[in-house]
């Protein structure tokens, strides 16, 4: 049975193992950063179990800051639980559970608990193969950002909340 749930610190080592599965050296969080992020965020970890096994997870800290900046991975004194924007570091899926939609389904939740709490939206960088999947959920790219994380090059995608609201109180010809 899947099951979706918040972190804690007895989820590190499958965090951790998740994270190395998911992305290469130079571009996973430690187990020390994971740790550190558990400490100070563990609210903003979604885990998808199936039974007892962790087969994806997303996490992030929240801050005013509208964009996503390399520093944010390894400060965790960025997070502010009172901030306008949920970034997200990492969607990770087990490698043997890939195309079965865990991925998708957590996304859903974490969005729909980031519009929940009041937030103007979310951020992620991701590669450019991925910009597709993130389009689904109503995210826009806005293009190769300054993020350097890992060596790679990043786009930028942002889930603006703000838009919706203003379409949502201001239909079009009134």
Known sequence: MQMIRHADMSDLDALAALESEC??????ASRDAIADRLRTY?????LLFDDDRLTAAINGMVTDEPDLVDAMYADTSMHDE???WQMLFSVCTDPG???ERRASRLMRSVIEDARDAGRDGLVLTCKEPLIGFYERFGYRDEGVCGSRHGGAAWHQMRLDFRRERQQSCCPQGR
Not at 23 to 28: G, K, L, Y
Not at 42 to 46: E, P, Q, Y
């Open 42 to 46: 563990a609210d903003h970890f979604w």
């Open 97 to 99: 559970s890939r195309r």
């Open 23 to 28: 992305f290469p050296p130079a571009e996973a």
């Open 82 to 84: 009172r901030g306008a």
